[in-house]
């Protein structure tokens, strides 16, 4: 039996005190014991909305009963997947399981139905908490932020320590060697996100892609390279990888009118903001001219400001207006 049942509420609750709550959802006789609740590894990806009920068979009344705890605890869910024996693959909101970076990504949930969706990527050597922290400053109640973290590797520019990075940097100047493969087997993993997202039910044209530094680098690339429709693009602090390769490169023009927003320090000893303003010129090239905007901000170096913060949010307000 499949079962829709709309909650509205955040995740999240462990397994053993969800299953011991359950016990008084079930009409008398049923062994509440055999019941087990696969959560989908709820507290590290929130993002998937299915949970899996097997045991002994159930009525669509007690079912209802188990939504009602559910929903009292702060779970989440899109479906259940109930009988003896369940197959996650009949999901039909998606499983995050086969996405690598929704595994343990932070998400900002809306307060209400979310018709919206904001991946953002982080820089080099951070993880996704700080920008989930950064955003939920900002958010708005229909929009879902999506914070993924970098896969550990050797990090060339940095003596080949290990540390979070979407792909290897050689160096920071517009001449440097880039890691092409890299680059791009980072960009088709967060075009893994956008698709999850478009079968959850979010169109392209409610996605924004977003980043900073290297996070924000990466957004571009994958942005332009892609074949749907974007609501827009953040980029802070950042640059346009592969830059040679634009505008040939674009997926035959998709997203040849897409909104970008790019921000920069005017102080940033990382990548100057004359690196910043090249690559505004180039995207120019790339895209509508005027669906380019490049704030610079004084005395920032290279991190962001409640006054870039503020203009990232009244971005997102304007290309994902409430429906």
């Given at each position: ?24 959802c ?9 019941w ?10 929130a ?46 909101c ?14 900002v ?22 920008w989930?922290d ?38 920071l ?10 680059i ?8 893994a ?32 390279t ?12 950042c ?8 505008p ?32 505004a010129?180039k ?7 005027t669906?380019?905007q ?22 997102i ?6 429906i």
């Open positions: 039996m499949l079962l829709f049942l709309p909650l509205s509420v955040s995740p999240c609750r462990g397994f053993w005190q969800v299953q011991a709550l359950l016990a008084a079930f009409a008398p006789g049923v062994h509440t014991s055999t087990a609740v696969c959560l989908c590894q709820i507290r590290a990806a993002h998937c909305r299915c949970f899996y009920l097997s045991g002994e068979a159930a009525d669509e009344q007690s079912v209802e009963r188990v939504g009602q705890v559910l929903a009292g605890l702060g779970v989440r869910a899109g479906c259940f997947l109930v009988g003896a024996s369940v197959d996650p693959s009949r999901c039909m998606g499983n995050n399981m086969s996405v690598p970076l929704l595994a343990d990504a932070v998400t949930s809306g307060a209400e139905r979310e018709t919206a969706a904001v991946i953002f990527l982080h820089g080099l050597g951070d993880t996704g908490h700080s989930a950064a955003l939920s400053s900002i958010r708005l109640p229909y929009v879902k932020y999506i914070c993924p973290h970098a896969p550990r590797i050797p990090v060339t520019l940095n003596m080949k320590m290990v540390m979070p990075s979407w792909f290897d940097l050689m160096g100047t517009p001449d440097a060697p880039e890691d092409e493969a890299g791009k087997k980072a960009a088709e993993n967060i075009k996100i956008i698709e999850h997202e478009m079968k959850n039910g979010i169109p392209p044209n409610r996605i924004i892609l977003g980043g900073f530094s290297q996070g924000g680098a990466l957004s571009l690339y994958t942005a332009l892609c074949q749907h429709q974007l609501a827009g693009i953040v980029a802070l602090s640059w346009l990888p592969l830059h040679k390769a634009f040939q490169a674009a997926n035959n023009g998709v997203n040849k009118d897409i909104a970008i927003l790019q921000c920069h320090g005017e102080m940033d000893p990382m990548i100057p903001v004359r690196f910043g303003a090249l690559t010129e995207l120019k090239s790339v895209v509508t001219p669906k380019v490049f704030k610079t901000y004084p005395g920032v170096m290279h991190s962001s400001c409640p006054q870039e913060m503020m203009a990232v949010k009244e971005f307000e304007k290309l994902l207006p409430r």
